[in-house]
């Protein structure tokens, strides 16, 4: 009975964790190690590959490179100038609300740009409460305190505090392969 009590305790913690501490999940030692998530929590926490690009259109007409995010698929795509698909995968965008701050937190939706870029040791400034610190790799700011970066708690489902979470290897690319500062960020609309 200890037993199931620990591990139930353990799971509701790993479920507030990413629902609470900010755009991405901590990895830090009281958390779940990053291995961890994505063998205990099945395919919703896996990296494995999957055809997100049947959830995207194959084409856009924008004229440049756009990135395009989809909460209601829960997918990105990466459009080169030609409005050819690239390259998709998962995301999780913002919460319908999130109990520590009392308020809904969605991703903001429509056409943004790149503002800024950051690396692997990118972190969150204010989740989670009260002094931030939560690890945002490779960070690419389109929205005042919203970004595109990685996370290993990827889910499909939007559970975010606003940003756009991808799985660190789709961050890691997007950001040093793709973007590119004025990059346009298309948010469609929950």
Request: aromatic fraction near 12%; glycine fraction near 10%.
């Amino acid at each position: 009975m200890l037993n199931i009590k620990k591990s139930f305790n353990r799971f509701l913690f790993f479920l507030m964790s990413v629902v609470l501490s900010s755009c991405s999940t901590y990895t830090g030692s009281t958390y779940e190690s990053p291995n961890n998530l994505r063998t205990s929590y099945g395919s919703k926490m896996s990296s494995a590959p999957a055809n997100y690009s049947s959830r995207l259109p194959s084409h856009l007409s924008t004229g440049e490179k756009t990135i395009l995010v989809d909460p209601n698929v829960h997918a990105w795509g990466a459009y080169n100038s030609d409005g050819t698909l690239v390259r998709a995968g998962l995301v999780t965008a913002g919460a319908n609300y999130c109990p520590d701050i009392g308020r809904a937190c969605r991703t903001v939706s429509g056409s943004f740009r790149i503002q800024s870029l950051g690396g692997a040791g990118c972190k969150s400034t204010i989740y989670p409460r009260p002094r931030g610190g939560a690890p945002m790799p490779y960070c690419m700011f389109f929205h005042k305190n919203m970004a595109l970066h990685g996370s290993y708690g990827v889910a499909e489902a939007n559970l975010s505090h606003g940003c756009v979470r991808l799985h660190v290897d789709d961050a890691e690319w997007l950001r040093f392969n793709f973007a590119n500062i004025g990059t346009k960020v298309v948010i469609r609309p929950y």
